[in-house]
């Protein structure tokens, strides 16, 4: 891809915040309920991008059949609403990447597969994050990620073209959506990335180990000009 990255867009949990913390306390209490015991860190640490499905799949192994997922994954919403932002906390420099963006003058968002009132409800907490000039969620559109569709909409509300924008996010199917979306694409190696997972094989192009290091991609690209 030769076209300028012109925009950005970040996906949420693993990559703009820590909410494992408070994720994982949810899905602890669900599995506490049914005599489960706790979620280990290696757990919590490759399936909180995955969300309530991710988490308490994890932690139950294999659901038992005489639960519906739907119900698990409503108790999950439930105690995670009543405690959204105990232990979460903005990634270490993000921040500083924000900046960089603003000053620059190169518009960002935010295209999460969250639901929409708990992305209202948990972004009050992190006023740097209020300044998104697209916010799309997981219910926004009929189609969410690993489907373009929701990343094509932030790009348009951005005013960037497609192909002039960047998708970061922590797990594969930010990087199968962003592939599929025909966008540059960047895996947030500070995210969620567990042990098993291969990101080398995502057909990212590149994995940044801080989120400084896009501030670096972005400065050698206008170098290029």
């Known amino acids: 891809m030769t076209k300028t990255i012109q925009a950005v867009l970040f996906d949420l949990d693993g990559t703009l915040l820590d909410t494992?913390?408070?994720?994982?306390e949810a899905a602890n209490r669900v599995l506490a309920d049914y005599g489960h015991g706790p979620l280990t860190a290696p757990q919590i640490k490759a399936n909180t991008s995955y969300g309530a499905k991710g988490l308490l799949s994890a932690g139950f192994g294999v659901i038992p059949p005489h639960l519906e997922l739907l119900e698990l994954r409503q108790e999950f919403l439930d105690y995670y609403q009543q405690n959204i932002c105990v232990g979460t906390s903005i990634f270490q420099g993000i921040c500083q990447l924000l900046s960089y963006l603003e000053q620059q003058g190169i518009p960002w968002g935010i295209m999460t597969n969250k639901p929409r009132y708990l992305t209202d409800m948990l972004l009050p907490?992190?006023?740097?994050?209020?300044?998104?000039?697209a916010i799309v969620c997981g219910d926004t559109l009929a189609l969410a990620k690993p489907h373009p569709e929701p990343l094509l909409y932030a790009s348009?509300?951005?005013?960037?073209?497609?192909?002039?924008?960047?998708?970061i996010g922590d797990i594969?199917?930010?990087m199968i959506a962003a592939r599929a979306a025909n966008m540059h694409r960047y895996i947030a190696g500070w995210g969620y990335i567990g042990e098993s997972h291969t990101p080398e094989h995502w057909e990212a192009h590149g994995i940044l180990q801080t989120p400084e290091?896009?501030?670096?991609?972005?400065?050698?690209?206008?170098?290029r000009k």
């Open 20 to 24: 494992a913390p408070d994720m994982a």
């Open 125 to 133: 907490f992190f006023p740097e994050l209020l300044k998104a000039q």
């Open 156 to 167: 348009k509300i951005l005013g960037v073209d497609h192909d002039r924008c960047a998708y």
């Open 172 to 174: 594969e199917k930010d």
């Open 213 to 223: 290091a896009f501030i670096t991609t972005l400065k050698s690209q206008n170098e």
